[in-house]
C-alpha cells in the first residue's frame, strides 16, 4: 500500500486556516499531514479542528500546541504517548502496516517555552527522537536548519547539525528533501532555505518527494510517496538490478 505523507509549517496557526488545510487534504489526496505552527492553546477543543474523514492528533504541551497530525479514517495507527516528552513539540505515531511504520513529526523552535537555550532544547528532541527510533521510522517537519548549509562551516546553525549528527547519526537516517521549502522576500532579494526535512530509516519504501506552494505562509507543502508494507505487488517497482524506481502521484 502506497500513502502520501506530507509535513507543513503553517505559520501563524491552525485554527483560521482549517478550511484550507482541508482543502489541501482533499485536493491532494494526503494520507497523513504533519503540521507545524499551529498554535493552539490548551483549552481549544479539538472538535473544532475535526475535518471530515480524518482524525486530528496534537502534541500534549500545557502551553501552546504547536504540532499536530491529520490522518485519514482508513488508516490504522497509535498514538505513542508514552514515548513522547510532554512541551517537546513532538508527536509519535505507529502505523499499523508490515512491518510496523513510525512516524515523528517535530518543529524546532528558536524560543524554546522551557527557558533553555534552543540548543538545549533540540538535544531534547533530539535524545527523545533517537530512543524512539525503528528501523522503519520517518521523521519529518520544520528543523529550521538549513539543509543547503549542513556543511557550511561558517553557518551559524552548524552546531545543531553536529548535535543531529552526534545523537541520531547512528539510526542511519538519509534525508529527501532537495529543494528549497522556505522563501521570503527580504530587501527586495529572494532568500530560500530547505527548513523542512524527511528523515527515514529505511530508503527502500520512498517515493517521489513534491514541493506545493501554499497562498498562506512562507513554506511549501512537501508530499512524498511511502510504501507502507513489502509483498508481491511491490515487485512491479524494481528494477531488474533491484533498485528502487520512485512512484509517481
Not at 485554527?15 to 494526503?30: A, S
Not at 496534537?58 to 504547536?66: A, G, I, L, P, S
Not at 527522537?129 to 538549513?146: P, R
Request: proline share 2%; hydrophobic share 35%.
Amino acid at each position: 500500500m502506497t500513502l502520501k505523507i506530507a509535513t507543513w509549517n503553517l505559520c501563524l496557526g491552525l485554527f483560521h486556516k482549517k478550511d484550507y488545510v482541508r482543502t489541501q487534504l482533499y485536493e491532494n489526496n494526503i494520507d497523513i499531514l504533519t503540521l507545524q505552527e499551529t498554535e493552539l492553546s490548551p483549552e481549544l477543543q479539538l472538535e473544532n479542528l475535526q475535518i471530515k474523514g480524518y482524525s486530528i492528533e496534537v502534541e500534549n504541551n500545557n502551553k501552546k500546541r504547536r504540532v499536530a497530525i491529520y490522518i485519514k479514517n482508513s488508516i490504522s495507527y497509535k498514538r505513542r504517548v508514552d514515548l513522547e516528552k510532554e512541551n517537546l513539540h513532538i508527536i509519535i505515531l505507529d502505523v499499523e502496516s508490515s512491518p510496523p511504520a513510525r512516524i515523528i513529526t517535530i518543529y524546532r523552535t528558536f524560543n524554546p517555552q522551557c527557558g533553555c537555550t534552543p540548543r538545549e532544547n533540540f538535544r531534547k528532541q533530539l535524545n527523545t527522537i533517537s530512543n524512539a527510533t525503528t528501523t522503519s521510522t520517518i521523521l519529518l517537519g520544520d528543523f529550521n536548519l538549513d539543509e543547503n548549509k549542513r556543511h557550511s562551516a561558517d553557518y551559524n546553525q552548524r552546531l545543531l547539525f553536529q548535535d543531529l549528527e552526534e545523537l541520531i547519526g547512528h539510526h542511519h537516517y538519509d534525508q529527501h528533501v532537495k529543494e528549497a521549502t522556505w522563501e521570503r522576500v527580504i530587501q527586495d532579494q529572494v532568500k530560500n532555505s530547505i527548513l523542512d526535512h524527511i528523515y527515514c530509516t529505511d530508503n527502500t519504501i520512498v517515493g517521489n518527494v513534491l514541493y506545493k506552494d501554499t497562498i498562506y505562509g512562507d513554506h511549501k507543502m512537501v508530499i512524498f510517496a511511502h510504501q507502507m508494507s513489502v509483498s508481491r505487488e511491490t515487485s512491479r517497482f524494481k528494477g531488474e538490478t533491484g533498485e528502487s524506481i520512485p512512484w509517481m502521484f
